[in-house]
């Protein structure tokens, strides 16, 4: 079975803090791991995939096979990088993606 | 270029009623797929569809929810008997093909049953 965990409903740090929003997977295979974001009152759109292994809006994420773990990260928060993250898998041979709960990112001044 | 659509954005209904939720994929994408997004639940997928192949229906709550697919294009999922716990956003997104290929979100239908 597959299964995603983002332990953190919510997150919060002041502008310029680092952040990192944490993902946990269970998957005996080989995965493929995305982040989404969701900003207010937008569509739910890719952030980054690990396959890319590129920077996006400053965003980066390793994945960790030993720890299961997929962990999203930004050295300076931004305020307008407040929004929904959703880490996601997808298993080998699968066509869906299995989601976490998601957390909340709140930037503050 | 156009992305997914979907319609109606809101919906209010009446417990016991059926509901009809519409997604017009990306044209060329053969992939579709409809997820539900709940408040503390996350995103729960509900069936997929892939060009001409039958879908994949495993993430169906219950036999009161089915989806179609309409020359490979535009898809509805219809909920029957609706019950309050089906509020919730629901979802559509396509790809270009099942695989490796990134999902493109709709904007969701939001569903309120009364």
């Known amino acids: 079975a597959q299964r995603v965990t983002q332990p953190e409903k919510l997150l919060s740090v002041f502008k310029g803090a680092p952040v990192e929003l944490k993902c946990n997977y269970s998957y005996s295979g080989s995965p493929e791991l995305f982040w989404y974001v969701q900003y207010s009152r937008q569509r739910l759109q890719l952030l980054l995939r690990?396959?890319s292994r590129e920077s996006i809006k400053g965003f980066t994420a390793d994945l960790n096979k030993g720890e299961t773990s997929f962990h999203l990260k930004k050295p300076f928060a931004q305020e307008e990088d407040s929004a929904m993250y959703y880490c996601?898998?997808?298993?080998?041979?699968?066509?869906?993606?299995?989601f976490g709960k998601g957390t909340m990112l709140l930037v503050s001044p | 270029g156009a992305g997914v659509s979907q319609s109606p954005s809101n919906k209010v209904t009446e417990k016991g009623k059926d509901v009809e939720l519409r997604c017009d994929p990306i044209s060329g994408h053969t992939a579709l797929y409809w997820y539900r997004q709940s408040l503390g639940q996350g995103l729960e997928f509900l069936i997929y569809?892939?060009?001409?192949?039958?879908?994949?229906k495993s993430g169906l709550p219950s036999d009161r929810f089915s989806a179609e697919r309409t020359g490979g294009s535009v898809s509805t999922l219809t909920i029957q008997r609706t019950q309050q716990e089906d509020s919730a956003v629901y979802l559509c997104?396509?790809?270009?093909?099942?695989?490796?290929?990134?999902?493109?979100f709709g904007p969701g239908t939001r569903l309120l049953v009364l």
């Open positions: 997104a396509s790809s270009l093909e099942s695989g490796m290929e990134t999902q493109y």
């Open positions: 569809f892939q060009g001409n192949s039958a879908p994949d």
């Open positions: 996601a898998l997808k298993g080998t041979g699968y066509s869906t993606l299995t």
């Open positions: 690990h396959i």
